[in-house]
């Protein structure tokens, strides 16, 4: 990683290296490819939606690949800004404005863009796998603002057809605190799970392999820069779905998975009691038909264009839940510790 105020062309700019996936996607970095120069820049040092300031990062640091993982992702509070402009505006400056302005920068520079998006561009039900092709209905503001973000590479893409882009559209991320799997053990430990829609179907997918896309394509875009007959097949730029490889699964069997997982760790951890509560909560989970409104129904995410062009380095989605299973347990045990309550006091 080099330094923000640092003058040195640099292999990528990560944007919005402060969120979840920005900092799961710098680990990566760090981790599977060290000798890569990565700027990453959080949004105090880069405004992705200020004209100016891409500009000043461009001629700065002159990056061949554009990692973007700046956004506004709080879905209930865009859909409370559609009734306030200056709200609006927000989220549309980060969702809509930053894709538009990164695009023209890349095209300008040669760079290539690596972008995220999301199954909210679609909403209704149906059981259907959406593919690339379907045509997008976005759900509510957020992803109203997400599918423009999608528009503008498209259409900066059309003026300029050498601009190198990759949109991928994630969803039901996990894998850092506050996603689903933290909601879920946290409102069963607290005795307050009692519903999960169960007509609300996709598969989850972790921030780690989210970032292991990002690291591979970006590899693959440097390799194939000014190369006429690569080895490396390129990916023709567009818009790709990505989730790890499982069965569609909907939130209630999800949120029961995760329960059953956090109820055998306990209890190899000796934690008889936390560990009957969700074994108990697991059992009593009553399924519901639409009670958030929020949320679009059918997120199956048809990964087929992705697949049949490269292999992501990831395990099945099961395999990264039970991950975040862990990572939620070890947090928190390690809280109660401190508090001198743990569940050991209990047994003891
Ligand atoms: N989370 C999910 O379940 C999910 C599912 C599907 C797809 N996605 C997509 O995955 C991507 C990453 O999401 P995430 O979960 O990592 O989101 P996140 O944790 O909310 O991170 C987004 C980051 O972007 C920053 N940001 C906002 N506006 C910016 C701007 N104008 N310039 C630079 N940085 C800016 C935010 O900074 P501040 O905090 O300072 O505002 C924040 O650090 C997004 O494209 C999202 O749509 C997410």
């Given at each position: 990683m080099i330094d923000a105020n640092e003058r040195m062309s640099v292999d990528v700019l990560l944007t919005g290296a402060n969120g979840r996936l920005g900092e799961a996607v710098a680990r990566e970095f760090a981790h599977t490819a060290p000798t890569l120069r990565v700027a990453a820049l959080g949004r105090s040092l880069?405004?992705?939606?200020e004209q100016e300031a891409v500009h000043e990062a461009f001629s700065r640091l002159a990056p061949r690949v554009v990692v973007n993982a700046a956004a506004f992702t709080d879905v209930a509070a865009a859909q409370a800004a559609a009734r306030n402009s200056a709200a609006l505006d927000v989220v549309m400056r980060a969702n809509a404005r930053a894709p538009e302005v990164l695009a023209q920068a890349c095209a300008a520079h040669g760079a290539s863009l690596i972008h995220f998006s999301t199954d909210y561009v679609f909403s209704g039900g149906g059981s259907r796998m959406r593919t690339e092709v379907e045509k997008p209905r976005p759900f509510g503001v957020y992803g109203r603002s997400k599918r423009a973000g999608e528009a503008a590479l498209e259409h900066v893409g059309r003026q300029n057809p050498t601009f190198r882009y990759l949109i991928f559209r994630l969803s039901w991320?996990?894998?850092?605190?506050?996603?689903f799997v933290s909601k879920v053990l946290d409102a069963a430990l607290a005795g307050r799970l009692s519903r999960m829609r169960n007509d609300q179907w996709g598969r989850p997918t972790s921030y780690e392999s989210a970032a292991k896309l990002a690291v591979q394509t970006t590899q693959r875009e440097l390799m194939n820069e000014?190369?006429?007959?690569?080895?490396h097949v390129t990916i023709p730029r567009g818009i790709y779905h990505f989730a790890e490889p499982g069965p569609v699964v909907n939130r209630l069997r999800l949120a029961k998975l995760i329960l059953g997982m956090g109820a055998v760790k306990l209890a190899e951890r000796g934690c008889l009691f936390e560990s009957e509560m969700l074994r108990r909560a697991g059992e009593s989970l009553q399924g519901c038909r639409?009670?958030?409104?929020?949320?679009?129904?059918?997120?199956?995410?048809?990964?087929g264009k992705l697949s049949g062009l490269m292999a992501i380095d990831c395990f099945s989605w099961n395999y990264y839940v039970d991950k975040s299973v862990e990572n939620f347990l070890q947090s928190r045990l390690l809280g109660m510790e401190e508090a001198s309550d743990t569940c050991l006091d209990k047994e003891n």
């Open positions: 880069l405004d992705a939606a991320l996990h894998g850092a605190p506050g996603d000014g190369a006429q007959n690569s080895l639409m009670h958030d409104r929020a949320r679009p129904a059918n997120c199956r995410l048809n990964c």
